[in-house]
């Protein structure tokens, strides 16, 4: 690339008139550009012209606009566009903002307590939104912590240069070899132990790692491990205890250095699970203002799709998954579950209709004999049992219902003949006596007379 395109007045990609160079670090170039249709101001960065040829680098630079494209926050600064240049030079269209990052705040010395726990709890917030998308940063420090300001005046922070970000359970490739000696140091500053050993698979907590280290240098002006050669430096991370912040700034309020050493931990088992829990902790500290935020965070904490379970971290077996949950390990049922588990089950009854018959059938019987027996007395009006959605046949000699309960006499089938036909009257039979008198005409029989 050459440098005549940092050149004032220059127009890239057809577009964007340069209007000044902002930056240069070891892995890009940032200006200051106006879209000539637009007329909006815009921050253009480009890969550093010793690492165009690189495709590890290309991809990387890649990666942070699809990266920070993915989050749509305030406390990222948002991607416009992306493309290469007719040579071939890649590069990302981002907001323009104005202002200072920490880093160059810091040179000054530490902050106001308030101060730093509002810039950090902002921070969480954007990480909080990276790691809901799957994101992990990886390379948080001062530097990458812009502050620009609101409309009405309030800070804001932004985080800058998801580059190295990689994806939740994504092998993690070193790369540091791509950037000068001096950004190394400067990166590995803020790098957890895990990310130094080079696990292969790092989770959301050494973005709380980082940001808890970049929160100590705020609230002290300086670095947990002061040592200047790289090999002591990792030595120290690895293996020493930071210094304590009351002995660096005996005014700190008690409590926050217990909650910046525990997000700082070795062991990343215990240190704060996510960034809203590191929030949280910083509660007793933070001004007014960041108070709205806080509970943007809590809410987002709530949220079904931020409940991210972590697993335990082994130095022995290093390929953690995050896509694991803790419900898939393996677990050794007691004694007591393995028998109830294994106890035969009750057979079903399957035939709950028939039961239900037979005892209705019983219940009609019962009140037939009753009936049989009782043939002829009074009796007392019973109540006629309540049966839901059944209909009861009755035998064709009786019947009971609720609303008469006397028994209805039903006309019984004549007998077959046999004999020749008898005379009947209205009155009680009688035999017939021999007479020369011819016998009254046949009538239908009685049924009262076959009693």
């Not at 001062?142 to 922070?157: D, M």
């Not at 050493?261 to 949280?280: K, P, Q, T, V």
């Not at 106890?343 to 028939?354: D, F, L």
Request: aromatic fraction near 4%; charge should be neutral.
């Amino acid at each position: 690339m050459s440098h005549e395109l940092f050149e004032p007045g220059t127009t890239l990609a057809g577009k964007y008139q340069v209007v000044r160079l902002l930056g240069e670090g070891g892995m890009g170039i940032v200006l200051e550009a106006i879209h000539k249709d637009l007329g909006e101001r815009v921050a253009i960065k480009f890969l550093h012209p010793d690492l165009v040829d690189h495709p590890q680098a290309k991809a990387r630079f890649l990666r942070e606009a699809q990266a920070a494209a993915k989050i749509r926050d305030e406390h990222v600064a948002h991607v416009k566009d992306v493309g290469s240049l007719e040579t071939g030079e890649p590069y990302i269209v981002m907001e323009f903002l104005e202002g200072r990052d920490v880093g160059s705040l810091l040179r000054k010395g530490p902050l106001r307590v308030e101060e730093a726990v509002d810039y950090a709890i902002q921070a969480c917030m954007a990480i909080a939104e990276a790691h809901r998308r799957g994101i992990i940063h990886r390379d948080l420090k001062p530097a990458n912590l812009f502050v620009t300001h609101r409309i009405e005046g309030s800070a804001l922070v932004k985080v800058l240069d998801f580059g190295i970000s990689t994806a939740v359970g994504e092998k993690d490739t070193q790369v540091s070899h791509l950037t000068a000696d001096h950004e190394v140091l400067g990166s590995v500053q803020y790098m957890s132990p895990e990310q130094l050993r080079g696990a292969r698979h790092v989770d959301e907590r050494t973005d709380i790692y980082s940001l808890a280290v970049s929160l100590y240098e705020m609230l002290t002006g300086t670095l947990p491990f002061p040592e200047e050669n790289h090999a002591e430096l990792c030595a120290a991370i690895l293996t020493k205890k930071p210094r304590p912040l009351v002995e660096l700034r005996p005014s700190l309020p008690q409590g926050i250095e217990q909650v910046v050493l525990r997000a700082m931990a070795s062991d990343r088992n215990d240190r704060f699970l996510d960034a809203i829990s590191f929030a949280e902790a910083l509660k007793p500290w933070a001004p007014e203002r960041s108070l709205p935020l806080l509970g943007r965070l809590t809410n987002l904490g709530n949220s079904a799709s931020m409940k991210v379970a972590a697993e335990p971290y082994s130095e022995h077996h290093e390929d953690v998954s995050m896509a694991r949950r803790p419900t898939e390990r393996a677990v050794t049922p007691s004694p007591e579950l393995v028998s109830t588990l294994t106890r035969p089950r009750a057979k079903p009854n399957k035939t709950p209709v028939g039961v239900g018959l037979l005892v209705l059938a019983l219940l009609v019987m019962g009140s037939y004999i009753g009936w049989s027996l009782g043939r002829g007395q009074p009796q007392p009006p019973a109540a006629a049992p309540v049966v839901a959605s059944t209909t009861l046949s009755l035998p064709a000699s009786g019947a009971t219902t609720a609303t008469s309960p006397k028994p209805v006499n039903l006309p019984r089938p004549e007998p077959v003949e046999t004999a020749p036909p008898m005379e009947t009257t209205s009155k009680a039979p009688t035999r017939a006596k021999p007479s020369s008198r011819k016998p009254p005409p046949e009538r239908k029989m009685n049924p009262e007379d076959y009693r």
